[in-house]
Each structure stands twice: as C-alpha cells, then as structure tokens.
C-alpha cells in the first residue's frame, strides 16, 4: 500500500507529519514527488509551481518578479502568475509553510510545517523505522520511499538548454 504525498487527508501533503501519519497507520511505502530548487537541492513537492499548496501568496511582493505562466502538455497543469520551485532556493522554498490544496481536507494544520528535503525525508524515515513499531497493523517493516522524480521540461526548454 502507498501513502501518496503522505497522508494527505490528515496533514498537508509533502510533509514529514503526513509521511509519518501515513506509516504509522500501515502503508508500506509513502510517494515522493521530488523538484529541484535553483541550488541545487532536492524537495518535497508535487506541482512546478508552489502556490497551491503552500503560502507562497504571502510573498507576492517580494518575489513578485519571479512569478510566471506556465502550462504543462504532458499533465495540462497551468499555473498563472506561479512561483516555480527551479527559480528558488531551498532557504527560500522552506521559508513556505504548507497548506492543505482542497477546501474540504481539514486545514487544521495549515502553517504548521515547512517542505521537507530528500535528504530530511530519508533520514526521518530511517528514525521511523529504527524507533517505532507498528503495533496497529501487526507488522514491523522498513518504511519505503515510492519515489517520483519531476522533469521540469517547461524549464529547459524556457532557457534553451537541451538534455538530449
């Protein structure tokens, strides 16, 4: 069984609460949709952009001049005035607090928690397993990463680099 971005019902997704919850209420792996910040570091976050499920809306006057529209063919995700993960740093990226994307998930841990990078998401589970049983589903297994890595082709293709 897979916890997809955690256990998004219960925390914000991408967020090492909701991995947790997820673990604990019995998957055998939690999904991993993996971006790249502009340094270089890999974080926790579905779409290209940031908004939807943080409180990125927060800095618009700050990072106004980064905003951009962006469609995605493959998924057809648009984004309008987004902040897209590449254009940020991981300090500037974990200054977000997630938040819930659905008006009808709970929102009651909305703010509460930063997006985690691989290296944080490895290491917490790793403590997972080392630490906790899983009394409640009657099994003792090593936590897994379901892992999804997202190509920013948008992103290439808007700065004329080609990976071929």
């Not at 019995?26 to 910040?37: F, N, P, T």
């Not at 340094?39 to 809306?57: F, M, Q, R």
């Not at 009808?104 to 909305?110: A, G, I, K, L």
């Given at each position: 069984?897979?916890?997809?971005?955690?256990?998004?019902?219960?925390?914000?997704?991408?967020?090492?609460?909701?991995?947790?919850?997820?673990?604990?209420?019995?998957?055998?792996?939690?999904?991993?949709?993996?971006?790249?910040?502009?340094?270089?570091?890999?974080?926790?976050?579905?779409?290209?952009?940031?908004?939807?499920?943080?409180?990125?809306v927060?800095y618009?006057?700050?990072?106004?001049?980064?905003?951009?529209?962006?469609?995605?063919?493959?998924?057809?995700?648009?984004?309008?005035?987004?902040?897209?993960?590449p254009?940020?740093?991981?300090?500037?990226?974990?200054?977000?607090?997630?938040?819930?994307?659905?008006?009808?998930?709970?929102?009651?841990?909305?703010?509460?928690?930063?997006?985690p990078?691989?290296?944080?998401?490895?290491?917490?589970?790793?403590?997972?397993?080392?630490?906790?049983?899983?009394?409640r589903?009657?099994?003792?297994?090593?936590?897994?990463?379901?892992?999804?890595?997202?190509?920013?082709?948008?992103?290439?293709?808007?700065?004329?680099?080609?990976?071929?």
């Amino acid at each position: 069984m897979i916890g997809h971005r955690g256990s998004l019902g219960h925390f914000p997704e991408h967020t090492l609460a909701g991995y947790t919850d997820a673990w604990l209420y019995g998957v055998d792996y939690v999904e991993l949709d993996l971006q790249m910040a502009s340094d270089g570091v890999v974080v926790a976050n579905h779409d290209e952009c940031l908004k939807d499920s943080t409180n990125a809306v927060l800095y618009d006057q700050l990072w106004k001049a980064r905003q951009k529209n962006i469609i995605i063919p493959a998924s057809g995700h648009v984004f309008i005035n987004d902040y897209p993960v590449p254009e940020f740093t991981v300090e500037e990226v974990r200054m977000l607090k997630r938040r819930q994307r659905f008006d009808y998930r709970s929102t009651t841990m909305d703010g509460l928690f930063t997006i985690p990078t691989f290296e944080e998401t490895i290491k917490h589970m790793y403590f997972m397993n080392t630490t906790y049983d899983r009394k409640r589903v009657g099994a003792t297994t090593v936590p897994g990463l379901y892992i999804e890595l997202k190509e920013p082709q948008w992103y290439l293709d808007s700065y004329g680099i080609d990976m071929g």
